[in-house]
T-cell receptor, first 114, second 113 residues
Framework: EPEVTQTPSHQVTQMGQEVILRCVPI?????FYWYRQILGQKVEFLVS????????KSEIFDDQFSVERPDGSNFTLKIRSTKLEDSAMYFC????????????FGPGTRLTVT | GEDVEQSLFLSVREGDSSVINCTYT??????LYWYKQEPGAGLQLLTY?????DMKQDQRLTVLLNKKDKHLSLRIADTQTGDSAIYFC?????????????FGKGTKLSVKP
């Protein structure tokens, strides 16, 4: 069964450093998403991406965040200058359409900023 | 703004039924979703219900929707130890694209043998 994959599973970085989180969505899906979950809190939407551009972003997704689909398979989230409060689990998801909007999630990348 | 609320914990004995409840705020949501998260894994889409339905059954899972009270529930029949996980209720965000999901905090289901 096709699945969304994410790498790395755990990333430790120092405050102020740049990180890139990588995702490979399901191959025939057209819509891509990033969510994050700070420990003990809700899963929060960050950004959605369709047709090579951002279709929607939340207030969390400020100028330090960017997304890219550099080739036909990868979808990346870059955090330019990490802060302690960026420590969270980051989930990538993809869906075929926005009708029934069945979003399939990857296993997540745990980001720890020290 | 929109909000999705769930109780945080539920403990049942193996073989019993589990009922996980959720309340949501956006009455215009067209679909409502249940996700399951096992330890160390991502969110797995379990099932969803279209808003013009009151009930949807899928093997051991039954979803009930009360639109008037904005209440969604997930019933798991004959609960097994493998059902132990965190269950999330989700709805699309008001005013956003259908893609932007709002999640509850998740209900941790513990199944005792």
């Amino acid at each position: 069964e096709p699945e969304v994959t994410q790498t790395p599973s755990h990333q430790v970085t120092q405050m102020g450093q740049e990180v890139i989180l990588r995702c490979v969505p399901i191959s025939n899906h057209l819509y891509f998403y990033w969510y994050r979950q700070i420990l003990g809190q809700k899963v929060e939407f960050l950004v959605s991406f369709y047709n090579n551009e951002i279709s929607e972003k939340s207030e969390i997704f400020d100028d330090q965040f960017s997304v890219e689909r550099p080739d036909g398979s990868n979808f990346t989230l870059k955090i330019r200058s990490t802060k302690l409060e960026d420590s969270a689990m980051y989930f990538c998801a993809s869906s075929l359409d926005t009708g029934r909007n069945e979003q399939y999630f990857g296993p997540g990348t745990r980001l720890t900023v020290t | 703004g929109e909000d999705v609320e769930q109780s945080l914990f539920l403990s049942v004995r193996e073989g019993d039924s589990s009922v996980i409840n959720c309340t949501y705020t956006d009455s215009s949501s067209t679909y409502l979703y249940w996700y399951k998260q096992e330890p160390g894994a991502g969110l797995q889409l379990l099932t969803y219900i279209f808003s013009n339905m009151d009930m949807k059954q899928d093997q051991r899972l039954t979803v009930l929707l009360n639109k008037k009270d904005k209440h969604l529930s997930l019933r798991i029949a004959d609960t097994q130890t493998g059902d132990s996980a965190i269950y999330f209720c989700a709805e699309p965000a008001l005013g956003g694209s259908q893609g932007n999901l709002i999640f509850g905090k998740g209900t941790k289901l513990s199944v005792k043998p």
